[in-house]
């Protein structure tokens, strides 16, 4: 999620505001706040009483995270459009079946909350890069561009791979 969002700053010009709205298993396996500080983003206001939600800044670049559910993992607003993502993780060191199978269910499930939410703008099914991803992603690719979904997977260095991008 954080670094779909983080890719969105970098590669979409215009961009200067991504709302993240990470649920509580979010936040219980990934360390958000130190994740953020390492990259140089400041917590300039915090949101509500969780630890992690507020706003943080680096220069003109601006993450705001709340915990909202139903809205997205990663929304980001440009003059065109809207991005919506839905973002799933996991293990993705291992060739075990019981996570690798979580990693196709995970690439399945954002996908179809994609599908089952209106159309808006942008949707991007979100999920880590591995051998089994990468294959069921290019599988998936053409019916879900049908539907208005891309699929991007991110690598272990938070590197985004788009597969098949409706542009």
């Known amino acids: 999620m954080l670094a779909y969002g983080m890719h ?9 505001l991504v709302e993240l709205h ?5 936040a ?20 509500g009483t969780t630890a992690y939600c507020g706003t943080y800044v680096r220069g003109r670049q601006v993450i705001k995270i709340t915990s909202i559910p139903g809205k997205g993992d990663v929304v980001a607003k ?12 996991g293990i993705v060191n291992t060739s075990h079946a019981g996570p690798t199978s979580k990693l196709r269910k995970g690439l ?3 996908v179809g909350l994609l599908m089952a939410g209106p159309k808006a703008g942008r949707q991007v099914a979100v999920v880590p890069r591995t051998e089994t991803t990468l294959r069921l992603a290019q599988r998936l690719a053409p019916r879900a561009k049908d539907a208005g979904i891309e699929i991007a997977l991110v690598d ?10 409706l542009q």
Not at 8 to 16: D, G, S
Not at 22 to 26: K, L, T
Not at 156 to 165: F, K, R, S, T, Y
């Open 22 to 26: 990470p649920d509580g298993e979010h």
């Open 108 to 110: 399945c499930e954002a």
């Open 78 to 89: 440009t003059h065109d459009a809207t991005i919506i993502a839905e973002c799933k993780g």
């Open 156 to 165: 272990e260095l938070g590197q985004v791979i788009d597969i098949a991008p």
């Open 8 to 16: 969105l700053l970098q590669t979409v010009p215009t961009l200067t």
């Open 28 to 47: 219980k396996r990934f360390e958000i706040v130190r994740w953020l500080s390492a990259r140089g983003f400041v917590l300039k206001e915090s949101h």
